[in-house]
Protein backbone atom coordinates (compact mmCIF):
# COMPACT_ATOMS: atom_id res chain seq x y z
CA UNK A 1 0.00 0.00 0.00
CA UNK A 2 1.55 3.29 -1.13
CA UNK A 3 -0.25 6.71 -1.10
CA UNK A 4 0.74 10.37 -1.02
CA UNK A 5 0.88 11.43 2.47
CA UNK A 6 -1.34 14.72 2.92
CA UNK A 7 -4.98 15.00 1.69
CA UNK A 8 -5.88 14.66 -2.21
CA UNK A 9 -7.48 18.45 -2.42
CA UNK A 10 -7.75 19.89 -5.88
CA UNK A 11 -4.79 18.90 -8.17
CA UNK A 12 -2.85 18.08 -5.22
CA UNK A 13 -1.94 16.07 -2.22
CA UNK A 14 -1.75 19.06 0.56
CA UNK A 15 -0.94 18.79 4.09
CA UNK A 16 -3.04 18.37 6.64
CA UNK A 17 -3.69 20.25 9.61
CA UNK A 18 -3.34 17.58 12.08
CA UNK A 19 -3.38 13.87 12.19
CA UNK A 20 -5.03 11.12 14.22
CA UNK A 21 -4.34 7.62 15.13
CA UNK A 22 -6.08 4.83 13.77
CA UNK A 23 -6.73 1.94 15.54
CA UNK A 24 -7.06 -1.94 15.45
CA UNK A 25 -10.02 -2.13 17.16
CA UNK A 26 -9.14 -5.98 18.05
CA UNK A 27 -6.01 -4.49 20.06
CA UNK A 28 -6.47 -1.44 20.29
CA UNK A 29 -3.27 -0.70 18.57
CA UNK A 30 -1.66 2.36 16.55
CA UNK A 31 -2.02 1.04 12.44
CA UNK A 32 -0.60 4.44 11.83
CA UNK A 33 -1.85 8.32 11.78
CA UNK A 34 -4.33 9.56 9.25
CA UNK A 35 -4.44 12.90 7.94
CA UNK A 36 -7.10 14.78 9.85
CA UNK A 37 -8.95 17.87 7.80
CA UNK A 38 -10.56 21.05 8.61
CA UNK A 39 -13.36 23.14 7.40
CA UNK A 40 -10.91 25.85 5.87
CA UNK A 41 -9.38 22.91 3.92
CA UNK A 42 -13.38 21.54 2.91
CA UNK A 43 -14.22 25.13 1.44
CA UNK A 44 -10.97 24.70 -0.99
CA UNK A 45 -12.12 21.20 -1.89
CA UNK A 46 -15.84 22.62 -2.27
CA UNK A 47 -14.19 25.62 -4.21
CA UNK A 48 -11.84 23.11 -6.55
CA UNK A 49 -15.16 20.87 -7.31
CA UNK A 50 -17.29 23.92 -8.31
CA UNK A 51 -14.60 25.14 -10.66
CA UNK A 52 -14.04 21.71 -12.29
CA UNK A 53 -18.14 20.97 -12.40
CA UNK A 54 -18.54 21.58 -16.06
CA UNK A 55 -15.46 20.33 -17.30
CA UNK A 56 -16.14 17.11 -15.23
CA UNK A 57 -19.61 16.88 -16.89
CA UNK A 58 -18.57 17.11 -20.56
CA UNK A 59 -15.81 14.59 -20.34
CA UNK A 60 -16.66 12.13 -23.34
CA UNK A 61 -18.50 8.82 -22.21
CA UNK A 62 -15.41 7.11 -23.29
CA UNK A 63 -13.07 8.60 -20.86
CA UNK A 64 -15.59 8.74 -17.68
CA UNK A 65 -15.61 4.75 -18.58
CA UNK A 66 -12.09 4.33 -19.32
CA UNK A 67 -11.15 6.29 -16.00
CA UNK A 68 -13.72 3.31 -13.26
CA UNK A 69 -11.81 0.61 -15.54
CA UNK A 70 -8.65 1.38 -15.09
CA UNK A 71 -9.75 2.36 -11.37
CA UNK A 72 -10.92 -1.23 -10.96
CA UNK A 73 -8.03 -3.11 -12.38
CA UNK A 74 -5.87 -0.84 -10.01
CA UNK A 75 -7.76 -1.93 -7.41
CA UNK A 76 -8.00 -5.77 -8.59
CA UNK A 77 -4.29 -5.93 -8.85
CA UNK A 78 -3.94 -4.75 -4.78
CA UNK A 79 -6.77 -6.62 -3.55
CA UNK A 80 -4.99 -9.02 -1.28
CA UNK A 81 -3.13 -5.86 0.50
CA UNK A 82 -6.94 -3.74 0.66
CA UNK A 83 -8.23 -6.44 2.40
CA UNK A 84 -5.38 -6.77 5.08
CA UNK A 85 -6.09 -2.92 5.33
CA UNK A 86 -9.65 -3.04 5.63
CA UNK A 87 -9.44 -6.16 8.18
CA UNK A 88 -7.04 -3.65 10.38
CA UNK A 89 -8.85 -0.08 10.49
CA UNK A 90 -12.42 -2.23 10.36
CA UNK A 91 -11.77 -4.85 12.83
CA UNK A 92 -14.23 -7.18 10.51
CA UNK A 93 -13.22 -10.22 10.17
CA UNK A 94 -10.98 -11.21 6.96
CA UNK A 95 -13.99 -12.97 5.70
CA UNK A 96 -15.96 -10.39 5.69
CA UNK A 97 -13.41 -7.50 4.18
CA UNK A 98 -13.16 -10.09 1.04
CA UNK A 99 -17.02 -9.85 0.62
CA UNK A 100 -16.21 -5.92 0.43
CA UNK A 101 -13.39 -6.02 -1.87
CA UNK A 102 -15.62 -8.41 -4.11
CA UNK A 103 -17.83 -6.05 -3.89
CA UNK A 104 -16.61 -2.52 -4.49
CA UNK A 105 -14.77 -4.23 -7.64
CA UNK A 106 -18.23 -5.44 -9.06
CA UNK A 107 -19.18 -1.89 -7.75
CA UNK A 108 -16.63 -0.39 -10.10
CA UNK A 109 -17.06 -2.12 -13.29
CA UNK A 110 -20.92 -2.04 -13.33
CA UNK A 111 -20.76 2.02 -13.30
CA UNK A 112 -18.07 1.60 -16.09
CA UNK A 113 -20.64 -0.05 -17.89
CA UNK A 114 -23.60 1.96 -16.73
CA UNK A 115 -21.98 4.76 -19.14
CA UNK A 116 -22.43 2.63 -22.10
CA UNK A 117 -26.07 3.32 -20.76
CA UNK A 118 -27.14 6.95 -20.21
CA UNK A 119 -28.85 7.94 -22.44
CA UNK A 120 -32.71 9.83 -22.67
CA UNK A 121 -35.49 9.45 -24.85
CA UNK A 122 -37.35 10.72 -27.61
CA UNK A 123 -41.09 12.14 -26.43
CA UNK A 124 -44.21 11.86 -28.61
CA UNK A 125 -44.66 15.82 -28.19
CA UNK A 126 -47.91 15.90 -30.91
CA UNK A 127 -50.43 13.99 -28.22
CA UNK A 128 -52.56 17.60 -28.62
CA UNK A 129 -53.03 19.87 -31.13
CA UNK A 130 -50.77 22.28 -29.47
CA UNK A 131 -47.99 19.84 -30.01
CA UNK A 132 -48.30 19.56 -33.65
CA UNK A 133 -45.06 20.00 -35.77
CA UNK A 134 -42.84 19.74 -32.43
CA UNK A 135 -40.09 17.33 -31.67
CA UNK A 136 -39.18 16.35 -28.28
CA UNK A 137 -35.90 14.51 -27.04
CA UNK A 138 -34.47 14.47 -22.95
CA UNK A 139 -30.89 13.99 -21.92
CA UNK A 140 -29.66 13.27 -18.65
CA UNK A 141 -27.36 16.03 -17.06
CA UNK A 142 -25.32 15.46 -14.38
CA UNK A 143 -26.63 17.16 -11.09
CA UNK A 144 -23.46 19.18 -9.89
CA UNK A 145 -21.14 18.67 -7.15
CA UNK A 146 -21.62 15.68 -5.24
CA UNK A 147 -20.77 15.08 -1.42
CA UNK A 148 -20.71 11.91 -0.28
CA UNK A 149 -20.62 11.18 3.18
CA UNK A 150 -19.92 7.66 5.04
CA UNK A 151 -19.91 5.06 7.95
CA UNK A 152 -17.32 3.17 9.03
CA UNK A 153 -18.49 -0.14 8.45
CA UNK A 154 -17.88 -0.74 4.82
CA UNK A 155 -15.82 1.87 3.87
CA UNK A 156 -14.00 1.11 1.13
CA UNK A 157 -17.66 -0.43 -0.33
CA UNK A 158 -19.99 2.53 0.56
CA UNK A 159 -17.12 4.88 -0.51
CA UNK A 160 -16.85 3.06 -4.12
CA UNK A 161 -20.77 3.33 -4.11
CA UNK A 162 -20.62 7.15 -3.69
CA UNK A 163 -17.91 7.73 -6.44
CA UNK A 164 -18.35 5.67 -8.85
CA UNK A 165 -21.95 6.60 -9.95
CA UNK A 166 -21.04 10.01 -9.87
CA UNK A 167 -18.05 10.10 -11.79
CA UNK A 168 -19.99 7.65 -14.16
CA UNK A 169 -22.98 10.53 -13.93
CA UNK A 170 -20.28 13.05 -15.16
CA UNK A 171 -20.34 14.69 -11.48
CA UNK A 172 -16.98 15.78 -9.50
CA UNK A 173 -17.16 14.24 -5.86
CA UNK A 174 -15.93 15.40 -2.64
CA UNK A 175 -16.02 12.06 -0.41
CA UNK A 176 -15.46 12.58 3.66
CA UNK A 177 -15.20 8.69 4.88
CA UNK A 178 -15.80 7.99 9.11
CA UNK A 179 -12.85 9.31 11.19
CA UNK A 180 -12.31 5.35 12.56
CA UNK A 181 -11.68 4.39 8.69
CA UNK A 182 -10.36 6.78 6.61
CA UNK A 183 -7.18 4.45 4.92
CA UNK A 184 -8.90 1.96 2.70
CA UNK A 185 -10.99 4.77 1.11
CA UNK A 186 -7.64 7.21 1.05
CA UNK A 187 -5.77 4.60 -1.52
CA UNK A 188 -8.94 4.13 -3.26
CA UNK A 189 -9.28 8.18 -4.08
CA UNK A 190 -5.18 7.65 -4.64
CA UNK A 191 -5.60 4.77 -7.59
CA UNK A 192 -8.46 7.04 -9.34
CA UNK A 193 -6.59 9.97 -9.32
CA UNK A 194 -3.85 8.27 -11.07
CA UNK A 195 -6.53 6.56 -13.49
CA UNK A 196 -7.85 10.48 -14.07
CA UNK A 197 -4.65 12.03 -14.52
CA UNK A 198 -3.58 9.15 -17.50
CA UNK A 199 -7.04 10.40 -18.85
CA UNK A 200 -6.04 13.89 -18.83
CA UNK A 201 -8.92 14.94 -16.62
CA UNK A 202 -9.07 17.01 -13.70
CA UNK A 203 -8.14 15.18 -10.60
CA UNK A 204 -10.46 17.76 -8.79
CA UNK A 205 -13.08 15.22 -9.49
CA UNK A 206 -12.30 13.32 -6.71
CA UNK A 207 -11.51 14.69 -3.30
CA UNK A 208 -11.54 13.55 -0.25
CA UNK A 209 -11.37 15.15 3.24
CA UNK A 210 -11.22 13.36 6.32
CA UNK A 211 -12.40 15.04 9.87
CA UNK A 212 -15.65 14.89 11.85
CA UNK A 213 -19.38 16.43 11.74
CA UNK A 214 -17.76 20.22 11.57
CA UNK A 215 -15.86 18.93 8.31
CA UNK A 216 -19.14 16.77 6.65
CA UNK A 217 -21.28 19.47 7.77
CA UNK A 218 -19.07 22.19 6.23
CA UNK A 219 -19.50 20.14 2.92
CA UNK A 220 -23.09 19.10 2.62
CA UNK A 221 -24.28 22.47 3.78
CA UNK A 222 -22.48 24.57 0.83
CA UNK A 223 -25.37 25.81 -1.20
CA UNK A 224 -23.53 25.52 -4.95
CA UNK A 225 -22.92 21.88 -4.52
CA UNK A 226 -25.89 19.61 -6.18
CA UNK A 227 -26.03 16.39 -3.42
CA UNK A 228 -25.37 14.57 -0.78
CA UNK A 229 -25.39 11.51 -0.85
CA UNK A 230 -24.75 9.91 2.89
CA UNK A 231 -24.14 6.63 4.68
CA UNK A 232 -24.47 5.94 8.50
CA UNK A 233 -27.15 6.30 10.99
CA UNK A 234 -30.31 7.51 10.85
CA UNK A 235 -29.73 10.44 13.45
CA UNK A 236 -26.96 12.06 11.26
CA UNK A 237 -28.45 11.46 8.32
CA UNK A 238 -31.61 13.24 9.65
CA UNK A 239 -29.70 16.09 10.98
CA UNK A 240 -28.03 16.15 7.54
CA UNK A 241 -31.26 16.51 5.49
CA UNK A 242 -32.51 19.20 7.54
CA UNK A 243 -29.36 21.17 7.50
CA UNK A 244 -28.80 20.66 3.48
CA UNK A 245 -32.44 21.89 2.63
CA UNK A 246 -33.21 22.26 -0.63
CA UNK A 247 -30.24 20.69 -1.87
CA UNK A 248 -30.87 16.52 -2.27
CA UNK A 249 -30.06 14.24 -0.35
CA UNK A 250 -30.07 10.81 -0.49
CA UNK A 251 -29.21 8.62 2.36
CA UNK A 252 -28.44 4.98 3.27
CA UNK A 253 -29.46 4.51 6.99
CA UNK A 254 -29.41 2.13 9.42
CA UNK A 255 -32.47 -0.63 10.33
CA UNK A 256 -33.56 -3.23 13.36
CA UNK A 257 -34.02 -5.74 10.32
CA UNK A 258 -36.30 -8.74 10.69
CA UNK A 259 -36.46 -12.59 10.08
CA UNK A 260 -39.47 -13.77 9.12
CA UNK A 261 -39.98 -18.03 9.98
CA UNK A 262 -43.09 -19.74 8.79
CA UNK A 263 -44.46 -22.84 10.26
CA UNK A 264 -43.59 -24.09 6.67
CA UNK A 265 -39.80 -23.41 6.72
CA UNK A 266 -37.08 -25.45 6.23
CA UNK A 267 -36.09 -24.69 9.83
CA UNK A 268 -32.41 -25.74 9.13
CA UNK A 269 -31.97 -22.86 6.36
CA UNK A 270 -33.90 -20.35 8.21
CA UNK A 271 -31.14 -21.72 12.00
CA UNK A 272 -28.10 -21.05 9.35
CA UNK A 273 -29.46 -17.90 7.75
CA UNK A 274 -29.94 -16.74 11.01
CA UNK A 275 -26.53 -17.13 12.16
CA UNK A 276 -25.39 -16.14 8.97
CA UNK A 277 -27.14 -12.93 8.87
CA UNK A 278 -26.98 -11.87 12.17
CA UNK A 279 -23.37 -12.28 12.86
CA UNK A 280 -20.99 -11.65 9.62
CA UNK A 281 -19.59 -7.99 10.00
CA UNK A 282 -19.93 -8.93 14.06
CA UNK A 283 -23.43 -7.54 13.63
CA UNK A 284 -22.57 -4.14 12.24
CA UNK A 285 -24.17 -3.98 8.91
CA UNK A 286 -27.35 -1.70 8.35
CA UNK A 287 -29.44 -5.25 6.96
CA UNK A 288 -28.39 -7.71 9.50
CA UNK A 289 -30.47 -9.87 10.90
CA UNK A 290 -31.35 -8.18 14.68
CA UNK A 291 -34.98 -9.63 15.10
CA UNK A 292 -36.40 -12.98 14.53
CA UNK A 293 -40.41 -13.27 14.29
CA UNK A 294 -40.92 -17.47 14.64
CA UNK A 295 -44.87 -18.18 14.34
CA UNK A 296 -45.41 -20.11 17.76
CA UNK A 297 -45.60 -23.64 17.05
CA UNK A 298 -41.95 -23.59 15.51
CA UNK A 299 -40.27 -21.42 17.80
CA UNK A 300 -38.84 -24.11 20.46
CA UNK A 301 -37.59 -26.05 17.59
CA UNK A 302 -36.18 -23.02 15.73
CA UNK A 303 -34.59 -22.03 19.22
CA UNK A 304 -33.01 -25.33 19.80
CA UNK A 305 -31.45 -25.35 16.18
CA UNK A 306 -29.94 -22.16 17.05
CA UNK A 307 -28.86 -23.70 20.50
CA UNK A 308 -26.69 -26.32 18.47
CA UNK A 309 -25.16 -23.66 15.75
CA UNK A 310 -23.71 -20.69 18.29
CA UNK A 311 -21.24 -22.71 20.06
CA UNK A 312 -19.90 -23.43 16.35
CA UNK A 313 -19.26 -19.65 15.80
CA UNK A 314 -16.16 -18.90 15.83
CA UNK A 315 -15.47 -15.40 17.73
CA UNK A 316 -11.34 -13.79 17.99
CA UNK A 317 -8.62 -12.30 15.84
CA UNK A 318 -9.90 -10.89 12.78
CA UNK A 319 -7.36 -11.77 10.74
CA UNK A 320 -7.91 -15.56 11.02
CA UNK A 321 -9.94 -16.81 8.56
CA UNK A 322 -12.00 -18.67 10.41
CA UNK A 323 -13.47 -15.89 12.77
CA UNK A 324 -17.25 -14.99 12.41
CA UNK A 325 -17.48 -12.30 15.22
CA UNK A 326 -14.66 -10.18 15.95
CA UNK A 327 -14.16 -6.78 18.05
CA UNK A 328 -16.72 -4.16 17.48
CA UNK A 329 -15.30 -0.76 16.25
CA UNK A 330 -14.60 0.84 19.58
CA UNK A 331 -15.10 0.02 22.92
CA UNK A 332 -17.90 2.63 23.51
CA UNK A 333 -20.01 0.67 20.81
CA UNK A 334 -19.51 -2.30 22.63
CA UNK A 335 -20.27 -0.73 26.08
CA UNK A 336 -23.63 0.66 24.17
CA UNK A 337 -24.57 -3.23 23.41
CA UNK A 338 -23.91 -4.66 26.30
CA UNK A 339 -26.03 -1.80 28.09
CA UNK A 340 -29.10 -2.37 25.51
CA UNK A 341 -29.03 -6.35 26.63
CA UNK A 342 -28.70 -5.01 30.32
CA UNK A 343 -32.24 -2.61 29.32
CA UNK A 344 -34.04 -5.26 27.83
CA UNK A 345 -33.17 -8.08 30.81
CA UNK A 346 -34.57 -5.41 33.07
CA UNK A 347 -37.48 -4.91 31.33
CA UNK A 348 -38.33 -8.94 31.45
CA UNK A 349 -36.27 -10.24 28.21
CA UNK A 350 -34.06 -13.73 28.25
CA UNK A 351 -30.82 -14.16 27.34
CA UNK A 352 -30.83 -17.57 25.65
CA UNK A 353 -27.57 -17.49 24.51
CA UNK A 354 -24.01 -15.56 25.70
CA UNK A 355 -20.97 -16.61 24.27
CA UNK A 356 -17.84 -16.41 26.89
CA UNK A 357 -15.11 -14.31 26.37
CA UNK A 358 -13.69 -10.51 26.14
CA UNK A 359 -14.70 -10.23 23.26
CA UNK A 360 -18.50 -9.53 22.80
CA UNK A 361 -19.46 -12.88 21.05
CA UNK A 362 -23.30 -14.10 19.80
CA UNK A 363 -25.97 -13.25 22.03
CA UNK A 364 -29.40 -14.49 21.47
CA UNK A 365 -32.20 -12.52 23.64
CA UNK A 366 -35.92 -13.94 23.71
CA UNK A 367 -39.33 -11.91 24.83
CA UNK A 368 -37.44 -8.19 24.37
CA UNK A 369 -40.56 -5.96 24.73
CA UNK A 370 -41.83 -3.54 22.57
CA UNK A 371 -40.03 0.31 23.55
CA UNK A 372 -36.33 -1.39 24.22
CA UNK A 373 -33.85 -0.03 21.80
CA UNK A 374 -32.38 -3.53 21.42
CA UNK A 375 -35.83 -4.47 19.76
CA UNK A 376 -36.71 -0.71 18.47
CA UNK A 377 -33.30 0.45 17.58
CA UNK A 378 -30.54 -0.14 15.45
CA UNK A 379 -28.29 -2.41 17.84
CA UNK A 380 -25.72 -3.23 15.48
CA UNK A 381 -23.57 -5.54 17.42
CA UNK A 382 -24.00 -9.71 17.55
CA UNK A 383 -27.46 -9.58 19.21
CA UNK A 384 -30.44 -11.06 17.55
CA UNK A 385 -34.01 -11.41 19.32
CA UNK A 386 -36.43 -14.07 19.05
CA UNK A 387 -39.94 -13.50 19.39
CA UNK A 388 -43.14 -15.50 19.02
CA UNK A 389 -45.89 -14.52 17.29
CA UNK A 390 -49.68 -16.29 16.57
CA UNK A 391 -49.42 -16.04 12.86
CA UNK A 392 -48.13 -14.78 9.80
CA UNK A 393 -50.18 -11.96 9.48
CA UNK A 394 -49.33 -10.65 13.07
CA UNK A 395 -45.69 -11.09 11.75
CA UNK A 396 -46.18 -8.89 9.34
CA UNK A 397 -47.73 -6.08 11.57
CA UNK A 398 -44.70 -6.06 13.76
CA UNK A 399 -42.36 -6.28 10.75
CA UNK A 400 -44.40 -2.76 9.24
CA UNK A 401 -44.65 -1.08 12.91
CA UNK A 402 -40.73 -0.35 12.75
CA UNK A 403 -39.20 2.67 11.99
CA UNK A 404 -36.69 1.22 9.97
CA UNK A 405 -37.68 -0.36 6.82
CA UNK A 406 -34.53 -1.64 4.50
CA UNK A 407 -34.87 -5.20 4.22
CA UNK A 408 -36.74 -7.90 5.31
CA UNK A 409 -36.66 -11.94 5.25
CA UNK A 410 -39.20 -14.41 5.15
CA UNK A 411 -38.58 -18.00 5.57
CA UNK A 412 -41.36 -20.11 3.93
CA UNK A 413 -42.24 -22.91 1.35
CA UNK A 414 -45.03 -21.33 0.11
CA UNK A 415 -45.15 -19.15 -2.92
CA UNK A 416 -48.39 -17.81 -1.98
CA UNK A 417 -46.62 -16.29 1.43
CA UNK A 418 -43.50 -15.12 -0.22
CA UNK A 419 -45.64 -13.16 -2.64
CA UNK A 420 -47.78 -12.05 0.75
CA UNK A 421 -44.74 -10.55 1.77
CA UNK A 422 -43.41 -8.81 -0.96
CA UNK A 423 -46.91 -6.94 -1.17
CA UNK A 424 -47.09 -6.17 2.35
CA UNK A 425 -43.97 -5.99 3.46
CA UNK A 426 -42.93 -1.87 3.88
CA UNK A 427 -39.46 -2.39 3.55
CA UNK A 428 -36.95 -1.62 0.72
CA UNK A 429 -36.32 -5.29 -0.20
CA UNK A 430 -37.80 -8.66 0.71
CA UNK A 431 -35.60 -11.71 0.71
CA UNK A 432 -37.10 -14.58 0.12
CA UNK A 433 -35.49 -17.83 1.87
CA UNK A 434 -32.26 -16.16 2.19
CA UNK A 435 -31.19 -13.15 4.93
CA UNK A 436 -32.42 -9.70 4.66
CA UNK A 437 -28.31 -9.19 4.38
CA UNK A 438 -28.09 -10.28 1.19
CA UNK A 439 -26.71 -7.61 -1.68
CA UNK A 440 -25.79 -7.79 -4.94
CA UNK A 441 -24.19 -4.18 -6.06
CA UNK A 442 -26.44 -4.44 -9.01
CA UNK A 443 -29.76 -4.26 -7.45
CA UNK A 444 -31.32 -1.02 -6.17
CA UNK A 445 -30.84 -1.23 -3.03
CA UNK A 446 -32.25 1.27 -0.06
CA UNK A 447 -34.84 1.79 2.44
CA UNK A 448 -38.24 3.17 3.16
CA UNK A 449 -38.87 5.44 6.30
CA UNK A 450 -36.45 6.19 8.95
CA UNK A 451 -34.15 3.84 6.64
CA UNK A 452 -33.46 6.21 3.67
CA UNK A 453 -33.84 8.08 0.99
CA UNK A 454 -33.27 7.08 -2.83
CA UNK A 455 -31.37 4.02 -4.19
CA UNK A 456 -27.96 3.01 -4.82
CA UNK A 457 -26.27 0.32 -7.14
CA UNK A 458 -24.61 2.25 -10.08
CA UNK A 459 -27.83 2.19 -12.14
CA UNK A 460 -29.85 3.62 -9.70
CA UNK A 461 -27.49 6.04 -8.13
CA UNK A 462 -26.52 7.31 -11.57
CA UNK A 463 -30.77 8.14 -12.07
CA UNK A 464 -30.75 9.97 -8.69
CA UNK A 465 -27.24 12.14 -9.61
CA UNK A 466 -28.59 13.23 -12.84
CA UNK A 467 -31.74 15.32 -13.81
CA UNK A 468 -33.72 15.01 -17.18
CA UNK A 469 -32.91 18.08 -19.84
CA UNK A 470 -35.87 18.42 -21.80
CA UNK A 471 -35.51 19.35 -25.45
CA UNK A 472 -38.37 21.06 -27.61
CA UNK A 473 -37.97 21.98 -30.95
CA UNK A 474 -39.99 23.18 -33.71
CA UNK A 475 -38.01 22.79 -37.05
CA UNK A 476 -38.37 25.53 -39.43
P1 LIG B 1 -22.58 7.90 11.67
O1 LIG B 1 -23.94 8.36 11.30
O2 LIG B 1 -22.14 8.06 13.07
O3 LIG B 1 -21.47 8.63 10.77
C1 LIG B 1 -21.52 8.55 9.37
C2 LIG B 1 -20.69 9.68 8.78
O4 LIG B 1 -21.33 10.93 9.02
C3 LIG B 1 -19.28 9.80 9.33
O5 LIG B 1 -18.40 10.06 8.26
C4 LIG B 1 -19.39 10.99 10.25
O6 LIG B 1 -18.17 11.65 10.49
C5 LIG B 1 -20.35 11.87 9.48
N1 LIG B 1 -21.07 12.91 10.22
C6 LIG B 1 -21.43 12.91 11.53
N2 LIG B 1 -22.13 14.04 11.81
C7 LIG B 1 -22.21 14.76 10.66
C8 LIG B 1 -22.82 16.00 10.31
N3 LIG B 1 -23.49 16.73 11.19
N4 LIG B 1 -22.71 16.42 9.03
C9 LIG B 1 -22.07 15.68 8.11
N5 LIG B 1 -21.46 14.50 8.39
C10 LIG B 1 -21.55 14.03 9.65
O7 LIG B 1 -22.51 6.36 11.20
P2 LIG B 1 -21.41 5.26 11.52
O8 LIG B 1 -21.52 4.87 12.95
O9 LIG B 1 -20.09 5.65 10.97
O10 LIG B 1 -21.94 4.06 10.59
C11 LIG B 1 -22.88 3.13 11.02
C12 LIG B 1 -24.27 3.48 10.53
O11 LIG B 1 -24.29 3.46 9.10
C13 LIG B 1 -25.31 2.47 10.95
O12 LIG B 1 -26.48 3.13 11.35
C14 LIG B 1 -25.56 1.66 9.69
O13 LIG B 1 -26.81 1.04 9.63
C15 LIG B 1 -25.41 2.71 8.64
N6 LIG B 1 -25.14 2.09 7.35
C16 LIG B 1 -26.12 2.09 6.39
C17 LIG B 1 -25.90 1.46 5.18
C18 LIG B 1 -26.94 1.46 4.11
O14 LIG B 1 -26.57 1.21 2.95
N7 LIG B 1 -28.20 1.71 4.41
C19 LIG B 1 -24.68 0.84 4.93
C20 LIG B 1 -23.69 0.86 5.92
C21 LIG B 1 -23.93 1.50 7.13
Known sequence: MKFP?????????????????????YDGSTITEAPVGNTALARQALDHAIAVKD????????????????????????????????VLETGKPLIDCRVE????????????????????????LDLLPSGEGLRGFWVRKPIGVVVGITGFNYPLL?????????????????????????????????????????????????????????????????????AVSFTGSAAVGHQIARDAAPTKVLLELGSNSALVVAEDADLDAAADAIIRGGYYASGQACISVQRVLAVESIRQPLLEKLGARLPTVVVGDPRDPATQ???????????????????????????????????LGPIVLTDVPSGQP?????????????RSVPDLESAFS?????????????????????????????VGGVVINEVPGFRSDVMPYGGVKDSGIGREGPRFAIEELTTTRMAIIRPR
Open 325 to 359: VSALIDPRSTARVREWVEDAVHAGATIAYAAEGDI
Open 5 to 25: SGLPIGESWVEAPATAPVVFP
Open 55 to 86: KVGRLPSYVRRNVLQATHSAVRAERDAFVDLL
Open 158 to 226: LAAHKIAPAFAAGCPIIVKPAPQTPLATLWLVHLMRSALLEAGAPESALQLLTGGPDVGATLTTDSRIG
Open 398 to 426: VVNASRYGLHASVFTASLDTAFTAIDQLD
Open 374 to 386: AWDEEIFGPVIAV
Open 101 to 124: IDRTLLTLVTAAEEVARLHGETVP
